[in-house]
């Protein structure tokens, strides 16, 4: 095939540059790649032969062939789930309906038990001389800057807390270990699913080190927390869970109730028995269930939130007093006096908060995404990918192309998107951070509610600064699973 006419790009991610990280131009790389020999590329990575397919044969891919580019045979084949000789299709297709059956039509009542989760967690932060600031001890409060090492590890936990309460209800959120059983689970999974394959040491072994990374995520971390952490606590409790589940389904669900998700869970697969063998197998399926979204909702969300978090106290001279005016008019004009009630609806009005999330997703230089492996030959321009070709979308260059934004492609705008009328949910093929077609992320209404949270409980409280105004992109080619790095300075506001 003729190779397509090389085009000059503007710089891919959002300055400051990473200083030390390793492949900072592997953006660049894959740009040059598929411009000199696309539509499509094949780069040997972990062990595999990766397909990666030009922006312009993406709608092609994800949104008018699903039968030949597989979402669920992608997604095992990511987690390393692929040597399974069973169809995963049920399993993913049950995942699916779960969350979008329940999540965006119940998103008021869930953000109502959500939000005070998040809050509570973050009403108190632990800063590098071991004390705390925040909360209404007056004799904790530290009016001076102090350093916050772990401020990722304080918002994953209050991010895991959030998902306690979603997935297994309000009860289990009473025991604070739930959470970090929560966010243990999302590490290993996101370590499964080869998160650091290019920045470990010894990954230039890509299918040992495959073996060897999936053996230890499952059996030092995934297996032992589900099998001594979660399932406990939920075989326990099973009997309440089912009749909850049950009741609400004999109910007419309006948008204000909420049931958990693992409730909901049990009522559709255990037949109405709480013992038994139906009874035992219904649970084990509901238990990878919530596994299984524990996984795409916990890690992805913190992730998120920490680069909006880093971006906006970087950019907080130019972004930061209008968004905090609307808190102010969203939250203390509603009338309703306490502006610490966070509803879905209050979230929704804040246009400029959301259209900050979807500019720094838009621009954060994620390398690789949206997963698909071929069902059959497909043919995407003039190449024929092979059945069974694992296919990746190139997410960074879809998001800052000529093609799709003109000259301003790799210019950080932070309130484009309440000017065009574009949330940080609405997906297309120029905006594929939630992915694109009929497996669009169906968590992402909820995932941009929790930033908001997430934002608000921090910023509304407490004073934040970058030292020296920078941070470090550690893995530039995984940017979405794993958060910029950071000094955070904070003060009580
Ligand atoms: C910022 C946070 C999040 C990001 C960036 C994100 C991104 C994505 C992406 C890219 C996909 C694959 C889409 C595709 O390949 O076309 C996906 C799938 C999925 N996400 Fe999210 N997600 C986030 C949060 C959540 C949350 C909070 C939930 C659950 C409440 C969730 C549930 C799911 C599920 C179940 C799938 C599988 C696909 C399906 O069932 O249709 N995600 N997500």
């Avoid at 720094?360 to 321009?381: A, E, F, N, S």
């Avoid at 484009?416 to 169906?442: E, H, M, N, S, Y």
Wanted: aromatic letters at 8%; hydrophobic letters at 40%; a neutral charge.
């Amino acid at each position: 095939m003729s190779p397509e006419p090389k085009k000059r790009r503007t710089s891919p991610s959002p300055s400051p540059r990473p200083s030390k990280a390793p492949f900072p131009h592997v953006n660049a790389a894959y740009d040059e790649a598929l411009d000199k020999y696309g539509p499509v590329v094949v780069v040997p990575r972990h062990g595999r032969r990766d397909h990666v397919i030009d922006h312009r044969y993406i709608r092609q891919a994800l949104v008018e062939d699903p039968g030949s580019f597989s979402f669920e045979k992608g997604a095992a084949e990511l987690l390393n789930l692929g040597f399974i000789s069973l169809d995963n299709t049920a399993y993913i297709h049950d995942i699916h309906n779960l969350v979008a059956k329940n999540v965006q039509p119940r998103l008021s009542g869930i953000v109502e038990h959500l939000a005070p989760a998040i809050q509570t967690q973050l009403d108190r932060i632990e800063t590098a001389d071991g004390t705390t600031i925040g909360g209404s001890g007056s004799n904790e409060e530290k009016k001076s800057w102090v350093e916050c090492p772990d401020l990722f590890d304080q918002i994953q936990l209050a991010v895991a807390q959030a998902m306690v309460v979603l997935i297994l209800g309000e009860s289990h959120a009473a025991n604070p270990t739930m959470a970090k059983h929560f966010a243990a689970v999302a590490v290993g999974m996101a370590d499964l699913a080869g998160t650091h394959e290019s920045t470990h040491a010894w990954s230039r072994l890509p299918r040992l080190w495959a073996f060897w990374n999936a053996l230890t995520a499952a059996a030092l971390i995934i297996l032992p927390t589900i099998l001594f952490g979660i399932a406990p606590a939920l075989w326990k409790t099973r009997h309440a869970h089912l009749a909850n589940g049950l009741a609400a389904a004999q109910q007419k669900q309006r948008q204000g109730d909420f049931t958990p998700l693992f409730d909901v869970a049990l009522a559709q697969h255990c037949g109405g028995q709480s013992s038994g063998l139906a009874a035992l197998s219904g649970f084990l399926h509901c238990l990878t269930l919530c596994v299984s979204i524990i996984w795409a909702s916990v890690h992805q969300t913190v992730v998120a939130a920490v680069w909006t978090l880093v971006r906006l106290v970087q950019e907080q001279d130019e972004y930061l007093p209008a968004i905090r005016r609307e808190w102010e008019s969203v939250f203390d004009g509603d009338g309703d006096g306490d502006e610490r009630r966070l509803s879905a609806k209050k979230l929704s009005q804040l246009v400029l908060l959301d259209s900050f999330i979807r500019e720094v997703m838009r621009t954060r230089g994620d390398t690789l995404g949206c997963v698909r492996q071929t069902t059959r030959p497909v043919q995407v321009g003039p190449y024929v990918i092979p059945a069974k070709a694992m296919c990746m979308m190139p997410i960074s260059r879809a998001q800052q192309h000529p093609d799709n934004y003109g000259t301003t492609g790799g210019v950080f705008d932070g309130f484009q998107w309440q000017k065009l009328g574009r949330q940080a949910t609405q997906v297309g093929p120029d905006f594929l951070t939630f992915g694109l077609g009929k497996w669009a992320c169906p968590g992402r209404q909820l995932a941009v509610h929790d930033i908001k949270i997430v934002l608000y409980a921090l910023l509304s409280r407490f004073d934040i600064r970058l030292s020296k105004n920078t941070f470090l992109i550690p893995n530039t080619i995984n940017t979405a699973s794993v958060a910029p790095v950071a000094i955070l300075q904070l003060k009580q506001a």
